[in-house]
């Protein structure tokens, strides 16, 4: 039963690379194509930011590779020529924020899609100001897929996204490049793989992992669910990525 469940996630994680549609370099400092499968062996260019690829299908296993606790592959593709390959945990299926103008999740849902139709308004409370039994939710369709719902309360917001077609791991990589959630995941954060509390700028953080398997010899971090961080500054904030089909669910909330 182990095997089946660990073989499944593994499925689900990798879909979209086993796939032909377009992936996107999402290394900022670049991402090196090297002549082998192997760490050392020799760099036969670098491939920029935001550049488009096709993976090149091969028969057989892929070598497996660990870097910043991202479990990824080894996979073959060809840039200016050159055929070779690359550490596929820096791909995102969408391309990637726009650095210098990119500071929050709306905007980069913005560079990347449009809104598909008109934002859809709920509330409870007649007033313009929420009473503390009242509530508002407002929830915007893109044209890729992708919703944001804003939640808005006394003394309570959060934010949720939905981005199909992203895995746990390419969220953790999204995230980090969008200065909105630098709270959760720095520039030099690596990905959760268990569960723990830590102080990070002064601040202490309780993470907080939900697995299929609770066994390290199986599935490793394809057997992850749900990551829960909570931390407190000046407000009480939570935020929670989970998979719910082929989406990814990013919340982001805070209350005092």
């Not at 870097?67 to 550490?87: A, C, D, F």
């Not at 939900?210 to 990551?227: A, C, L, N």
Request: aromatic share 12%; no cysteine.
């Amino acid at each position: 039963m182990k095997l089946l469940i660990t073989a499944l996630a593994v499925l689900i994680s990798f879909t979209l690379h086993s796939q032909n549609d377009p992936l996107y370099v999402a290394a900022k400092t670049g991402l090196s194509i090297r002549e082998k499968p192997d760490p050392a062996s020799k760099v036969l260019d670098k491939i920029p930011y935001g550049t488009k690829l096709n993976l090149i299908d091969e028969d057989g296993g892929w070598t497996t590779i660990i870097t910043e606790e991202l479990t990824g592959y080894w996979r073959k593709v060809k840039y200016n020529n050159k055929t070779g390959y690359i550490v596929d945990s820096y791909l995102l299926p969408w391309p990637p924020p726009k650095l210098a103008t990119v500071k929050d999740m709306k905007q980069y849902l913005s560079q990347v899609s449009v809104p598909f139709g008109q934002k859809l308004l709920t509330r409870s409370g007649a007033t313009p100001q929420i009473p503390e039994s009242g509530w508002q939710l407002s929830k915007q369709l893109y044209k890729n897929g992708a919703e944001h719902h804003d939640f808005l309360a006394y003394e309570y917001a959060s934010d949720t996204y939905f981005l199909p077609g992203f895995s746990l791991q390419q969220g953790f990589l999204l995230l980090r490049l969008i200065p909105e959630f630098k709270d959760v995941f720095g520039e030099k954060d690596v990905f959760p793989t268990a569960s723990k509390t830590i102080t990070k700028d002064g601040r202490e953080y309780d993470i907080k992992l939900f697995k299929t398997v609770d066994d390290p010899e199986y599935g490793g971090p394809f057997t992850i669910e749900k990551i829960r961080i909570s931390y407190d500054d000046g407000a009480s904030y939570v935020f929670e990525m989970y998979m719910q089909e082929n989406q990814l669910v990013v919340l982001l909330s805070g209350g005092l």
